[in-house]
């Protein structure tokens, strides 16, 4: 679910009045008694613990440690989960905030027996209980540690505001010193920046003399996605003018497609395939700039264009001035001008055919150059050499047994022979340095040169390359991502994904690395039937198959919401098209006998193509699908688990109508606490094959759940039986390289307030989360989401790719798991041994594993004394089974098979 967040505040301050008391602000302080030095009846004033409190045990206290106040909120008990139930220390309002300003929170916090070390905070409006712009999570650990967070007020808001700290698990949180301070407006730069010359043209590699070094493609982006590669091909020609040039092919099978399955679900096939310089060019505004390139098409007489996209780094994901002038080509070489003011700090180059209609042919462009001034100049490279490092391999993804290769390209634009040193280095996951021989390029004059470096064949998991070289005394860098994936993975893996890429390309390399699920969402009443007996089936054909010829494996809901505009029964005003046309179909249908013929006919048409059918996206809670009581600012009807169980009945049964063999997915789609006794209650366990769950943690850590996990596990034993359980949306997030410094999460955006420290931990937490779910009968975990944003842009909502197709660090961490896990591991059990350590141990086909962890600051050393036992880390490198540390990186033992059992109970204690 992407879900509207608000991100960013303001504050300003009034007084408040607690018993007799009265506290005043401290200097600066938009917080009242911040440092927790006024007490009342021994508790904080100004400062109140909430939450229900017919679910929730919890008491508020001052006291004091290292001789200095702190406030403590123990909590004993939660029951239940979303609404009010959590542990809460709360400031009502005080805090007052002022739209557009920046802020800082300051604060030191600490933990006892929270297992998710995370605790939210949000200054929240309570007129209609939205944030305010801070809404994020920061670690907490048995240590005092200090949280500071950067953002800027989305709203403003003084008496109904809420500064909030909250937990929804058992244990003990300790706060003090909270200062919130209005700060300077902060000037945010971009980090992803193109390579800096003394030359005149702002572009490297404008020539493609080194390649397709430093260029991908964009197009009209389909929802959430763009072309995620370069569409072309860099040629070399024996003209001196135009020795080398990018070939955009167009037309059949040459023109991309980018699909969409959500919201409107789309197949738009690319008529405006631009080639675009990766990077950003920093410009200064309200100057005047000349853009200008060599152009030419075959056939003749096609639409080209010329421009750049411009930004600022604060403006938000996407939000781009396209500044461009369309040009007619011939076919011959023609130079094409383009001279503009760019209102913003930031651009890049794009340039290429916008075609009108779909034709076959090509599109030839070379000698891009971007320069300060009113016209343009003869075109000059952006260095008198040029050099190039790319891996060999699309996207830098490489299967155990190939051979990985670094390709490192240089072309000489002097009269003389060069010679130049390309010193190369790696770091792998755990950031520790391999050395890598150098490359030695000579060059002659107007010459390219082209040499490959083969990487260690026993290489497994992430790597990052680093190249380094010097021209003309000026140094330059640049990092590539690689990964290097097991060839074991089965064609039916425990990962799967939410929403399947706009580009296939990128759907073809999270397959290598044990990405064979997708769930759609592209079967919507709706869509399907826009009105009563009219239909439109090609829109899903078109999103089914599509998936279902990568090769890979696919579930669909079915339908996302229960009705179509003309069959809801949401009051009659409630609007049909724009932003808010969803809401009508998530009310129920007058007629539900109609939903669940619409439900037999879509079962009935994709056998064989579907068998997983999951019934409504997270009904109750949210506004998708029948809201609930919870859910607030609609009116009308307020829907309750039990209508939900009762129109998945007819549904359920619609479905095993049309094919008996599907599998029917159900539940409220939430975590494990929520509304899971009404559905026991309801009966649901009767009706569906598997039970559904939602997780998004934030930066809560995976050990959290165990406890909700398990009390799950105990309600449907006692209703019956244990069913098989799909996590159909979940996610961890981590980003090593921000693309904004200082980083300050924009408004509504989804990911930017849930990303944990780093790639690592994100790698570390999802294999952890992974294990603790399938430990507990959970057989299928789709991530979300399938996105991947646009040149110069990568979403930080997925957490596997980076951009381009290229590897973030749980990438290869997946694809490890998804190799030792195969289709479908066997729980054996899971047990905490002595020190903290964690062990889940699984019967899988052909082989037992186990699974090791350690969230504890406590390293015990661990030895398996079984014959034929082999141990490998979390990237999938062999390490000593005598002797284990494990740690927050999970380690894999693998034993014969059938013998889980017997390796987890043989674990010896070393030290």
């Not at 679910?1 to 007799?20: D, G, P």
């Not at 080398?244 to 409107?264: A, E």
């Not at 398996?864 to 000593?880: C, F, H, R, S």
């Not at 693998?894 to 390796?903: E, R, T």
């Amino acid at each position: 679910m992407r879900v509207t967040l608000c991100i960013l505040l303001e504050i300003f301050i009034l007084a408040m009045v607690v018993s007799t008391s009265r506290a005043e602000p401290r200097s600066g302080n938009l917080v009242i008694n911040g440092d927790f030095s006024q007490v009342t009846n021994g508790k904080p004033v100004g400062w109140a613990a909430e939450g229900d409190s017919s679910r929730v045990t919890q008491s508020l206290s001052v006291v004091r440690e290292d001789g200095v106040s702190c406030a403590k909120l123990d909590c004993k008990s939660i029951r239940g989960s979303g609404g009010d139930i959590h542990s809460m220390i709360a400031q009502m309002r005080v805090v007052s905030l002022e739209r557009g300003k920046t802020y800082q929170l300051t604060c030191e916090v600490r933990e006892n027996g929270i297992q998710g070390h995370s605790v939210s905070v949000a200054v929240m409006d309570m007129t209609d209980w939205n944030t305010c712009g801070l809404n994020t999570s920061i670690p907490v650990t048995s240590e005092w540690r200090s949280s500071s967070i950067i953002f800027r007020a989305t709203r403003t808001v003084s008496k109904e505001s809420r500064l909030q700290f909250w937990f929804t698990e058992p244990g003990t949180f300790y706060l003090r010193d909270v200062k919130l301070t209005e700060i300077q407006p902060v000037k945010t730069v971009f980090t992803d920046l193109a390579p800096r010359t003394e030359s005149k043209n702002l572009v490297t590699n404008g020539a493609f003399d080194v390649g397709a070094f430093g260029w991908s493609s964009m197009g009209r982006t389909s929802g959430w996605g763009n072309i995620a590669h370069l569409h072309g091909t860099v040629m070399a020609s024996n003209d001196p003018l135009h020795s080398h040039f990018l070939r955009i092919p167009l037309g059949g099978g040459d023109t991309p497609v980018l699909y969409f399955d959500y919201l409107v679900p789309s197949a738009t096939r690319q008529l405006r395939m631009l080639a675009a310089n990766l990077g950003w060019i920093a410009v200064q505004p309200d100057t005047s700039y000349t853009l200008s390139c060599e152009m030419r098409s075959n056939p003749p007489g096609l639409r080209a264009s010329l421009g750049v996209m411009a930004t600022n780094p604060s403006d938000g994901s996407g939000n781009w001035r396209d500044i461009e002038t369309d040009v007619t080509l011939s076919d011959t070489w023609k130079r094409y001008t383009f001279t503009f003011q760019s209102p913003k700090r930031y651009l890049f180059v794009a340039v290429g055919p916008d075609l009108v209609r779909a034709v076959s042919g090509a599109v030839d462009v070379t000698n891009i150059q971007l320069e300060r001034g009113d016209e343009a100049t003869a075109y000059s490279p952006s260095c008198i050499e040029e050099i190039g490092v790319t891996p060999s391999q699309m996207g830098g993804l490489f299967t155990a047994g190939e051979k990985a290769k670094v390709l490192v390209y240089g072309y000489n634009h002097t009269a003389l022979t060069t010679q130049s040193r390309i010193a190369l280095r790696a770091t792998d996951f755990f950031d520790r340095t391999h050395p890598l021989p150098s490359v030695i390029l000579r060059i002659p004059p107007g010459k390219a040169v082209e040499k490959s470096l083969t990487l260690p064949s026993n290489w497994r998991g992430y790597f990052r390359i680093t190249a380094q070289w010097n021209i003309a005394g000026k140094p330059f860098s640049h990092s590539n991502r690689i990964a290097i994936l097991p060839d074991g993975i089965p064609q039916d893996s425990v990962v799967g994904l939410n929403h399947a890429f706009s580009d296939d390309t990128l759907i073809r390399l999270a397959k290598k690395a044990g990405v064979t699920w997708y769930r759609d969402w592209s079967i919507k009443w709706q869509d399907m039937e826009s009105e009563p007996g009219v239909w439109h089936w090609g829109i899903a054909d078109t999103q089914i198959n599509r998936v279902r010829a990568q090769k890979v494996n696919l579930m669909a809901l079915l339908p996302p919401f229960p009705s179509a505009n003309w069959s809801s029964e949401a009051p009659i005003d409630f609007p049909q098209a724009g932003p808010g046309s969803r809401l009508r179909q998530a009310w129920a249908p007058k007629d539900p006998s109609l939903l669940d013929e619409f439900i037999q006919r879509a079962a009935d048409r994709y056998k064989g193509k579907v068998m997983y059918w999951e019934f409504l996206n997270e009904p109750i809670f949210t506004d998708y699908s029948l809201p609930g009581s919870g859910v607030g600012g609609y009116p009308g009807r307020r829907y309750t688990v039990e209508d939900y169980v009762n129109l998945l009945k007819g549904a359920a049964a619609a479905m095993r109508s049309a094919d008996p063999q599907c599998r029917v997915i159900g539940g409220v789609a939430s975590d494990p606490d929520r509304f899971t006794s009404q559905l026991m209650d309801d009966g649901i366990l009767k009706v569906v094959d598997i039970l559904n769950l939602h997780i998004y943690p934030g930066l809560r850590a995976p050990e959290g759940y165990e406890k909700e996990m398990d009390r799950l596990l105990s309600l449907m034993k006692e209703h019956g039986g244990i069913k098989p359980i799909w996590i159909t949306e979940f996610a961890y997030y981590g980003c090593d390289n921000l693309p904004r410094k200082p980083f300050i999460p924009q408004p509504y955006s989804w990911e930017d307030t849930r990303l944990l420290a780093s790639e690592r931990q994100c790698a570390d937490y999802t294999i952890r989360f992974f294990t603790i779910m399938m430990a507990r009968g959970v057989r299928k975990i789709f991530i979300h989401a399938g996105v991947s944003g646009t040149v110069n842009t990568p979403d930080l909502e997925c957490p596997i790719f980076a951009g381009e197709g290229a590897p973030r660090k749980l990438l290869p961490a997946l694809a490890v798991f998804a190799e030792m896990a195969g289709s479908a591991p066997q729980p054996v059990l899971h047990e905490t041994l002595k020190g903290g350590c964690r062990v889940a141990a699984f019967d899988t086909h052909g082989k037992s594993l186990l699974i090791l962890w350690n969230p504890t600051s406590a390293r015990t050393s661990l030895s398996i004394p079984i014959l034929q036992v082999k141990a490998y880390d979390i990237m999938g490198e062999p390490l000593n089974a005598k002797r284990l540390t494990p740690s927050d990186d999970p380690i894999y033992v693998l034993g014969k098979p059938d013998s889980a059992g017997a390796m987890a109970k043989a674990i010896m204690i070393v030290r």
